[in-house]
């Protein structure tokens, strides 16, 4: 990849279990609209995520939104072959998303043959007591996956950590732990609305995602 051009350009997929909230966080990150409730991803959909870096050309990140449902694993295989770098995305709520965290990583080792910049967000942060199944604390990672870049979010409460898992990728792939971001005003009114409205679909409940018409 040559990050000399204007601006870099790298393809990251975002993989995880169904329902994590993948689309939603993606969407969050282009600016994008929300309806209520849970939209189910079953084509495989692309988006650019752009960032401004300091004192360097700005970065486009080509974000790959990988279906979650667990059938043909060789279609999937296609689009994660040629990624430059990963986001692996579980749910703080439901253990079983993070147990399968090791499992989309080895899938995604094969399908790219080597290993690759990734990093693993935990969604839904803003959830607490009983309902969060997950401690994050308590996570220990298998040696295959070390070293591993964990970061916690939620698409609810701020820009900050909708965009570290792209800073955090970007500093692994330029190989520069002080690279930063421009800082840019955002529309807090737009925000807001946005925030709402994520209370709302979080509300709503989660059907069950399939792949059979991929």
Known sequence: MNLMTSPAKFKVVLIGDASVGKTTFIHQNVGGSFTSGYHQTKRYEKRVV???????????????????????ASTRAKYLKDADAAIIMFDLSKRSTLENVVNWHRELMDATG???????????KDITGAAREVSPESITWPTEMQPVEFIKGSSRTGW??????????????????KLDFVAHDIDHELYEQYR???IVCGSAPLPEECDSDL
């Not at 909708?162 to 792939?173: K, V």
């Open 114 to 124: 080597k290993p690759i910049p990734f990093v693993v967000y935990g969604s839904k």
């Open 196 to 198: 709402k409205e994520m």
């Open 50 to 72: 752009s960032f401004d870096i300091i004192d360097q050309p700005a970065v486009d990140f080509d974000v790959w939104d990988i279906p979650g449902g667990h059938g043909r």
């Open 160 to 177: 900050h950590d909708l965009r570290s898992p792209f800073l955090a990728l970007a500093r692994q792939l330029y190989k520069d732990s």
